[in-house]
C-alpha cells in the first residue's frame, strides 16, 4: 500500500489495520485514542484500491462519500493508495528522511522443522515404534519382558535398551490387550541433565495396539510473568498450538524477589510450587483440548525458566538466591518424573528443565542461546532479553560472558506511573506531529488506552526525545507551547491520552520521574554491554550482531530503541528479534537430540559475570543516564540524525 | 561328652541339651515326648563329670543321689560322660557300625567379611564420605551442588558422579546446618538391573555433619512362608542381627498358587502386596529397634525372592506365572524406590530385588547360587532348595542348569495328616530302637509333641525303613508286634507320640498315605536330578558336590535323606548345607559389588528346563517311586548299610 503525501509504500498483510500499517510505515497520522475509534482524528482519504472500513458516526456520510475514512477503522485487503489529511502533512514534510527497512529489522528467524532437517538436527529424542510379538507358548516360555525386547532387536535392529519399571508392571495386560501387539515409545536419552551422555535408549511407555501416529512432545516457557506452551507433533516435528496465560504466582507479587520471600513462609513453597504446576497443567490442558490430542500421547516436556521459577517448580528453595553471594542450587536438574511434581502427565514422562549458569542467568537465557545458534557461529554476536533481569550474552562458537543487567521492572512497566503490561488497551506504540505535537497512539488489540507497556514507553520516550520535547538529560523541554506539557502532581508530564479518551477515565501521562525510572533501566542494560565487553578485552565496535529476546520485542522498533540508547548502535539487519527464545529453546529440545546434547557445553562455556562486582560497571551504569549516551561517539548515527531533524523542524 | 555303652565321644557346645547331643552322636535314647521332659523315659547315668540338670519328678531322690538324671533335663557344660540305661543298651549293640561325623556333613560354610577381604571381594556399593565445603563467598557464588562436587573431587578424589533430585532438593538446608560439613553416601551401580554396567558413581543421600560411621545395609529373603531380614554394617562388613517372621500373606494360603489366585481377584493386588511390604517393614522396624539403629542411615536393601513373590512384592501381577506356558512379566527388575513400595525406607533408597531365571526357579535360587559360589568353581555342583518348588540347578563355572521339580508341600509338612511347619512342638528328629520300635523324638524348642515337621518327616520314614519298620514300597512291616503298628482310621500307621504326650491331646501318626506323599516328593526331586544331568549328556555319577540351602535343612541328617533317596549317594564330606541360602545371597549383595557384577552373568547361563516337557522325566519320577531307588546301583552304600544292619537286628 502506498502513502500520499509522504510517497511511502509498505507491504502489509492482508486486514492490516491501516493505522498500525502507517505505524509500520513510518507516516504519522494523529490518533490518540489508541486506536479504539473514539477520537476520530485519523483521517485519511482513500485515493484508488479498496479499503475495508467499519461505519463512523465521526464521519458524516457526505465525507464517507469523498473518500474520507478512520484509519483505525479500515483495514487493508488489497493495493490501496491513500492520503493523510492536511493538518498531518506538515510533519510528513518535517520528517522526509530515509525510512529503514522496518521489515528487516523485526524479522524473527525461528528454524522451521525442514531447516532442523536440512542440517540433519531434526531427530526428536521420543520415538514411537511398532511391534508384534508371537505369544509364548510350550518350549517358548521367556519373560514378557524378554519376548519384548527380542522383538525390538529383530524387528527394529534396537539393541542395548533399558526399560523403567512402569513398563515392566503394565506389560503383560498390554501385551495381550491386543494380542501381542504393542507400541513402544524409545526415549534417547539427552545430555544436558546431570548424567554424562551415553547413548543408550531407555523403553518409557507401552501402548496395547498400533500408536505410532500419536507422538507429542511440549515445550514450555515459564516466565515470571507468563507461562507459555507450545504442543508439538514429534514425528513431523511441526508445532500444532502455542497458548499462553498468566503465571498464577502473580497473585502473590509480580518479581522473583517476591516470590522466593513468599516461599520463604511457612507453606509458601508448597504454594508458589502448587500455583506454577496449576498454570503449566492448565495450559497444558488448554492446548490438549484444543487439538484433540490425548494427554497420555504426550512423551516429554521441556521446560525453560529463569533459575527462580526454575528452582519454584521443582519445589527446590530459591531462598539463596536472592542473599549476597547470590547462590543457586544447582545449575543442573536431573529429570524428574512429571506427576511428581504435580504435572498431569503420563507417569513415564519426565521433566528436563534448562540448567541455569547463574542465579540471575537461567535456563530461558540458555534455551535463547541454543533457539539463537549464538554458540554455534562465528560472529561475536550480543544476546539480550530485555526484561526485570536484563541478561545479556556475548560471544560466539569460541567463548561466552554472561551478565544479568538488574534493569528493574520499566520494561515490563513497573516503577511508571501508568505503566502497564502488555495487555489489552496499553499503549504499545507512539509517534508525534513535530509541530502540533500531538500524539498518535495504537495500543494493544486497539482499545481504548489503560496505560503504557515496556514497547510504548521505548517508543514514546524515544519519539519524545526525536521531536525535542524530550531533552538529553531526561527533562521536558520547558519552552514548548502544547497543553499536553504541563505540571502534574509528581512533577513536569506529558499527556498521552486525555481522560475522555481513555479507559480508566483519567489523563494517562508520562511524568519525568517515568522517564528517570526508564533511563536507569536503559543505562543499566547499556552499561553492562561495556562492562561485560571490557572484561573480555573488546570494545562495542567489536560487535556483530545483536539477538533480541523476549515476547516484548515485537513493538519495539529498533531506531527508536538505539535512539534512547538501549540497544547499541549498529547497521539495522544485523539485529535479530527470535521473540520468547525461551520457548524457542524448548521446542528445539523437543526436536533435536543433536541440540539436547549442546546444552551442557552451552553451560559449560558461559563464564558469568556479577556485574556488582566489577569495579567499572559504576562508571558506565552512571555515564548511560543520558538520551542516548554521555559519550555521543557511541551513537554518531543518531546524533546525526537527531541534528537533522531539529534542523527540519527549527527551520 | 562320651557316650556308654557306645563308647561315642561327640563334642558339643557349651549348654547343648543332652537329648539333642545323643541325637548328634547318633545315640538311641528312648524318648516319646519330644524332650518335653513329659515321659520320663530318657534316663541316663552321670558317670563322670557334671551336668546341669533340672529338678524332676520323674526321678526319685535316691534316683538322682544314684546319678540317674533325664536326658532331655540336662544341659552338657563341660567334659562328662554318661551311660544309656540298660533298656537302650540293646539297641547301641545292634546298631554298632561306622558313625559318620555329623559335624562335616551339617558344616554350613557361610562366607565371613574376612573372607571376602582375603579374596578382595570387600567393596559395599554404599559408601559414605564427609565432606568440608568453604562457605559462598563474593567471587565464589558457584551453585551449592557445583560446591559439592568439586569438594568430592579435591577432597576425595571421586570424579564423575551423578546426584540424585532429592540431594538437590535438601542440598542447601543440609549444607547449612552443620556450617558445610556433610556427609555424602555414594552408591556404586550394580549390575544385575537392567542396565548395562557403568562404573559410574551415584550421590544419593546427604546428611549434615558426619554420619560416616553409621552406614547400614538390609537383606531380605522374602519366602513364602518366612521373611527373613539381616542387618548389615556396610563400613566394617558385620551383620549386626537377623530377625524374620512368618509371611503376613499366609492368612491367605500357604502356596504361591493361592496367593497367585487371590492377587487376581479385585483388589487382591493390593492386598498382597501390601501384607509382604508390611511383613518387610515389621523385620525391619524389629532389627532397628534391636540394634538401636536410626532407619534413615540404611543406605540399600537387597531382596531375594522366588518369582511370585517378588512380582507380588513389586506390585507386578504374577497371573501368568500360573497360568502354561508359565510366563513371569520379567527377570530383571530395575531398583525401584523403597519409598514407592511402602516401605519405610529413606526416600533415596532403593530395593534392588534379585532377577529370576523362569517362572518356577526365582531370585532366591539366583543369590543362593552367587552365596555357594557354584557358579565360580569348578567341581560339577548339584544345588538343591528343599521346599515346595523343588528348585534344583547343576553346573560349575561353565555353564548352568535349572528346573523345578514341583515336589509339592511334603517337605514344608503339607499334604501329611500331622504334618506342620518346623515351628515349637514339631517333631524334627527321630530315632527308633530297633528291638523295642520305641522313638526317641526331638521337637523345636522341646515342647511337647503337635505335629511333624519337614525334617522330622525326612528322619522318621529314613529311620522307619533302616530299621524294617517301612519297607521299600512305602508300606509297614505288617509281621512286626508292636502297639505302635495299627491300622488306623486312613490306613496303616505308626505311631510317633501318644495322646499324653502330645500338646494335641491325640496320638500323633504317620500313614501310610502320608508315606506315599512323601515319597513323591522326594522322587519328584530325585527324577529332577536325573532328568537334567541327562539332558546336559552327564550322569549321577559325575556329580563332584552337592549344595543344600534352606532353613530347612537344620535338621537333616545327610546320611537318612541319602537312605530315602532324596539326596544322591556320595561322600558325606562332599555335601555343603549353606542354610538360607536367599538371605546369603542378598547378604553378599550389599557387602560386594564384585559379587553384585556376578548376578546378570549367573543368570544369563542359566538354562531352564520346564521338566514336565521332557519326556524321560515322568520315567524317571516313576522310577524314583521307591525307599531309596527302583535303580539300588544309585546307592550300593545304602543297599550294604541297610544289608547289614538288617543282619545286626535278625541276628
Not at 509498505?10 to 493505522?19: D, K, M, W, Y
Not at 494517562?508 to 554491554?529: C, H, P, Q, S, W
Request: aromatic share 6%; net charge negative.
Amino acid at each position: 500500500m502506498h502513502f500520499l503525501p509522504d510517497d511511502v509504500t509498505v507491504e502489509v498483510e492482508a486486514g492490516t489495520n491501516l493505522l498500525q500499517a502507517a505505524m509500520m510505515a513510518g507516516v504519522h497520522i494523529n490518533a490518540s485514542c489508541g486506536g479504539s475509534g473514539l477520537c476520530g482524528k485519523c483521517r485519511v482519504i482513500l485515493e484508488s484500491g479498496v479499503l475495508e472500513s467499519e461505519p463512523s458516526d465521526r464521519l458524516s456520510d457526505e465525507e464517507t462519500a469523498k473518500g474520507y475514512r478512520q484509519a483505525c477503522r479500515s483495514r487493508v485487503t488489497g493495493d490501496v493508495e491513500v492520503r493523510v489529511t492536511v493538518e498531518s502533512q506538515l510533519d510528513a514534510r518535517a520528517l522526509n528522511r530515509p525510512r529503514p527497512s522496518r521489515n528487516a529489522a523485526r524479522m524473527a528467524v525461528e528454524p522451521g522443522v525442514e531447516d532442523l532437517k536440512a542440517k540433519g538436527l531434526f531427530n526428536p529424542p521420543f520415538v514411537k515404534k511398532l511391534i508384534r510379538l508371537s505369544p509364548p507358548r510350550r518350549g517358548d516360555n521367556i519373560s514378557d519382558l524378554s519376548r519384548m525386547i527380542n522383538a525390538l532387536r529383530t524387528q527394529h535392529d534396537i539393541h542395548n535398551l533399558s526399560v523403567i519399571f512402569s513398563v515392566i508392571k503394565k506389560l503383560p495386560d498390554v501385551a495381550r490387550e491386543e494380542d501381542f501387539e504393542i507400541t513402544v515409545t524409545l526415549s534417547y536419552r539427552p545430555s544436558f541433565v546431570i548424567e554424562p551422555e551415553n547413548a543408550r535408549i531407555r523403553l518409557v511407555n507401552i501402548q496395547a495396539g498400533d500408536h505410532t501416529a500419536t507422538t507429542y512432545g511440549l515445550a514450555v516457557d515459564v516466565g515470571t510473568t507468563t507461562v507459555f506452551g507450545q504442543l508439538l507433533d514429534l514425528s513431523t516435528g511441526q508445532p500444532l498450538d502455542t497458548y499462553g496465560e498468566f503465571n498464577r504466582q502473580i497473585s502473590y507479587g509480580e518479581d522473583v524477589i517476591t516470590r522466593i520471600v513468599v516461599a520463604g513462609r511457612p507453606g509458601g513453597m508448597e504454594k508458589m510450587q502448587g500455583l506454577i504446576v496449576e498454570t503449566i497443567n492448565h495450559v497444558l490442558e488448554t492446548l490438549c483440548l484444543r487439538q484433540k490430542v490425548d494427554r497420555e500421547e504426550i512423551c516429554m516436556v521441556t521446560l525453560a525458566g529463569n533459575t527462580t521459577m526454575t528452582q519454584l517448580l521443582l519445589g527446590v528453595n530459591p531462598r539463596y538466591i536472592r542473599l549476597a553471594p547470590y547462590v543457586p542450587t544447582a545449575n543442573f536438574f536431573p529429570p524428574i518424573p512429571a506427576p511428581s511434581l504435580g504435572l498431569n502427565l503420563g507417569e513415564h514422562v519426565l521433566v528436563h528443565a534448562f540448567p541455569s549458569v547463574a542465579s540471575y542467568v537461567g535456563g530461558d537465557i540458555v534455551a535463547g542461546l541454543i533457539a539463537s545458534g549464538v554458540y554455534r557461529e562465528e560472529p561475536l554476536t550480543l544476546y539480550i532479553d530485555l526484561g526485570t533481569n536484563g541478561e545479556i550474552v556475548i560471544g560466539n562458537r569460541d567463548w561466552m560472558a554472561c551478565a544479568a543487567c538488574s534493569a528493574g521492572p520499566a520494561f515490563e512497566g513497573g516503577g511508571i506511573k501508568f505503566g502497564m503490561r502488555a495487555i489489552e488497551g496499553a499503549i504499545e506504540d507512539f509517534s508525534i506531529n513535530p509541530t502540533t505535537l500531538e500524539p498518535m497512539l495504537l495500543t494493544v488489540d486497539l482499545k481504548k488506552p489503560k496505560g503504557i507497556c515496556g514497547s510504548g514507553l521505548i517508543n514514546t520516550v524515544a519519539g519524545l526525545f526525536e521531536m525535542g520535547v524530550l531533552e538529553a538529560n531526561g527533562r521536558y523541554n520547558r519552552n514548548l507551547s502544547t497543553k499536553r506539557l504541563r505540571e502534574g502532581e509528581d512533577g513536569y508530564e506529558y499527556v498521552l491520552s486525555w481522560a475522555a479518551e481513555t479507559e480508566i477515565g483519567r489523563d494517562i501521562v508520562l511524568t519525568e520521574v517515568d522517564v528517570d525510572n526508564f533511563i536507569r533501566a536503559k543505562g543499566a542494560m547499556y552499561a553492562g554491554y561495556l562492562t561485560l565487553l571490557e572484561a573480555v578485552g573488546l570494545s562495542i565496535r567489536d560487535l556483530e550482531r545483536v539477538v533480541i529476546a523476549g515476547g516484548f520485542g515485537r513493538f519495539v522498533h529498533l531506531e527508536k530503541a538505539i535512539m534512547i540508547g538501549l540497544l547499541p548502535e549498529m547497521d539495522l539487519d544485523r539485529f535479530t528479534f527470535i521473540g520468547n527464545g525461551s520457548l524457542l529453546g524448548a521446542k528445539l529440545n523437543c526436536l533435536s537430540n543433536n541440540l539436547r546434547q549442546d546444552v551442557t557445553h552451552v553451560v559449560n562455556q558461559i563464564t558469568n559475570f556479577e556485574l556488582s562486582e566489577v569495579p567499572s560497571y559504576m562508571g558506565h551504569y552512571v555515564a548511560a543516564q543520558f538520551l542516548p549516551h554521555t559519550t555521543r561517539e557511541y551513537f554518531p548515527g543518531v546524533m546525526a540524525r537527531l541534528a537533522e531533524t531539529r534542523r527540519l523542524i527549527e527551520g
